[in-house]
């Protein structure tokens, strides 16, 4: 992004003071804003549209400020002097004297742009005019005023007192030194910046929304449970919150007003367009949090506390019509099969796995030797333990022995004819009511069932990378799985401390499915230069509380690896927004696949 020439502002000197704030709206954003800014000595105004709407607004920043003193992080008195710096009005007129104004009012064009002309009427003329919008055009809000060249982008996220990072819009036409004065507030907030040109979504929005809309699409198509599709996503990427109990947060009208806008903004792109659920849950007044009730209950309108409703399962349905698994086959010798068969052996099962050869069986007997040294020397397993599960633990080089087992975990080559070979010939081998269950990551689960004579008794078990740390299980039923097959491959997962969740079989499951979509898109905009990888790494992190930026992840998990999960969903789904980004081709086609080549988005070798 090229800078154009630094302006100073006559009329203001080089830096600003923001001694007083303005915030018209005080929802979700606005009230969260208030208490930023009040929390770091700016006395604010604080604007809503009713005497009801301020009352509103008082009690959820009360709310949070008393949450924050039962948490010990604010004293009384801290929050009594930061309540003595907020003024509560109605009337846009008392914003004479704020130095800067944020507009957090719903995201609609028209509604901004009648507040901005009114407070273009009322503010002083060096005020700075924020907006907090999400996805609208800063640039044509900010025509609605007489002084574009003082108006500006301020993406805060939710909730605001809390995440770190704000995104700074500049238009074409913002002053060099209005964006410079606002870098300098973000400090002073404590918070950190990215600062960006005008283009819908801005950086975590943009890579967040198609996100969270395929989950909506997940849970709307019954692919999966709103508990098991958030779940996936906090234990399987480390997220913070699942997609659906962030849309929660967010707030359903707000969601959708973001998505409808991107859609609309961003070229039309299909996973943008509000899915109808979205729409009835808004009509049918199922805001979220806000209104206590969206995807989830809560205990009260803005509570954050879950409450058990008509949808919440049954705790004790899993394991329900289980039968007992005490012998375990694995069939595999590569990084999933050893983590998988430790997994067992150290939740008590008696494991025979299979290796192609004695050299690989002895090397994975080797690793799982030494992986369980490092758990002791850790102190997180006992010595005698470890010898009971070294002891529970066969090695073999022959499918045949695995006849008597009752269920064998298939980690083979992720290679359909391979796939398909060791189930056919474990069908001929294994009991007739023994389990058979693929941990493929991409292949179609009910390509393995064909293959064999017992369809409802296969399943997908999909474990995660390294298994014996990531607690997250997917079961993935075909239309032939039985349900006593799900329910045994369940109980298991859960006798070996994992978290199983159910979805269908389509390519991706529901983490991959979720995931990789995001990462491409980040590659796209990488690619469109509209930010750096740094910046949008950052953002992902400090907006989103992502464990990980997007080319982070990529790099870690292998470029390569992640272009055939691409490749994977946009030839089920065909949707042309998972085409794979063509600078990820490139960096695969150019060996740079990530830590592994010690080159991918980052170089390694410096
Ligand atoms: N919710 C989020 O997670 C999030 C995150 C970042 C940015 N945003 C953006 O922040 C803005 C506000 O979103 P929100 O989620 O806080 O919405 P919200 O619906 O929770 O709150 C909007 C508030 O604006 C008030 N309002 C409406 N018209 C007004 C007027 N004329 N004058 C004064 N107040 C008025 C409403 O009474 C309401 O309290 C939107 O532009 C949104 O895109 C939202």
Redesign the pocket.
């Known amino acids: 992004m090229a800078d154009s020439p630094k302006v100073v502002d006559e009329e203001v000197g080089v830096t600003r003071e923001f001694r007083t704030a303005g915030v ?9 804003i208030v208490e930023v800014f009040a929390r770091n000595g700016i006395d604010v105004i604080a ?4 005497d009801d ?1 301020v009352a ?2 008082r009690h959820r920043i009360l709310g949070s400020l008393e949450r924050a003193v039962a948490k010990g992080k604010l004293s009384e008195d801290g929050k009594r002097d930061l309540c003595d710096r907020v003024r509560f009005t ?1 009337r ?1 007129g008392d914003l004479g004297e704020a130095d800067l104004i944020v ?5 609609h064009l028209d ?2 742009q ?2 901005f002309a009114g407070l273009d009427k009322v503010a002083k003329p060096e005020a700075i005019l924020a ?6 055009s800063v640039t044509e809000i900010s025509v609605a005023t007489c002084r574009p060249a003082r108006v500006i982008g301020i ?4 909730p ?1 007192p809390v995440m770190k990072l704000v995104e700074v819009i500049r238009t074409v036409v913002t002053e060099e030194q209005v964006v410079a004065d606002i870098e300098a507030l973000c400090a002073r907030l404590g918070k950190v910046d990215v600062t960006i040109s005008d283009r819908a979504g801005f950086i975590a ?1 943009a890579l967040l929304f198609g996100y969270l809309n395929h989950a909506v699409s997940m849970y709307e198509s019954r692919y999966a449970s709103r508990e098991d599709i958030d779940a996936a996503m906090r234990l399987g990427c480390g997220l913070p919150m699942g997609p659906l109990a962030l849309m929660d ?3 359903l ?3 959708y ?2 998505l409808d806008t991107m859609y609309r903004r961003g070229g039309r792109d299909r996973r943008h367009a509000p899915v109808p659920l979205i729409k009835q849950m808004v009509t049918a007044g199922l ?1 979220g949090r ?1 209104s206590g009730r969206g995807f989830y209950t809560y205990e009260k309108p803005g509570s954050p506390v879950v409450v058990p409703d008509e949808h919440t399962p049954d705790q004790g349905v899993t394991g329900n019509g289980a039968r007992p698994v005490s012998q375990v086959g694995v069939v595999g010798s590569g990084l999933m099969a050893t983590g998988i068969i430790e997994v067992f052996a150290r939740a008590g099962y008696d494991v025979i796995y299979v290796a192609r050869g004695e050299e690989k069986s002895a090397k994975v007997r080797a690793a799982i030797e030494a992986s369980m040294e490092k758990a002791v020397q850790r102190g997180k397993l006992a010595e005698a333990d470890r010898d009971a599960a070294l002891a529970r633990i066969t090695g073999s080089t022959r499918l045949d022995d695995l006849a008597g087992v009752d269920l064998v975990v298939e980690a083979v080559v992720e290679e359909l004819s391979v796939k398909k070979a060791v189930f056919a010939n474990l069908d001929e081998i294994c009991k007739p009511d023994a389990v058979l269950a693929t941990t493929t990551s991409s292949l179609p689960v009910i390509e393995c069932a064909v293959a064999t004579t017992r369809p409802d008794r296969v399943v997908g078990l999909h474990f995660f990378n390294p298994a014996p740390v990531m607690r997250l299980a997917e079961v993935v039923s075909t239309i032939q799985t039985s349900q006593e097959t799900v329910a045994v491959t369940r109980a298991v997962c859960v006798q070996l401390g994992k978290h199983p969740v159910q979805c269908a079989d389509r390519a991706g499951f529901i983490v991959n499915g979720l995931l990789f979509p995001y990462l491409n898109d980040a590659v796209k905009m990488l690619e469109a230069s509209y930010a750096t990888a740094d910046d949008i790494d950052h953002a992902m992190k400090q907006g989103c509380g992502y464990p990980m930026g997007p080319f982070e992840l990529l790099d870690v998990v292998g470029l390569d690896i992640a272009l055939a999960i691409q490749r994977q969903l946009y030839m089920e789904y065909r949707e042309p927004g998972y085409a794979p980004a063509p600078l990820l081709e490139h960096l695969v086609t150019a060996g740079y696949l990530g830590r592994k080549a010690r080159r991918g988005f980052r170089d390694y070798n410096r």
């Open positions: 018209v709206g005080l929802g979700t954003m606005g009230a969260g604007v809503e549209i009713d709407s509103r607004g109605t846009l507009e957090a009012v719903p995201e509604l901004k009648r507040i907006t907090n919008t999400s996805s609208l993406h805060f996220f939710n605001a929005n947060l967010i707030g009208d707000t969601a007003e973001i805001l806000k």
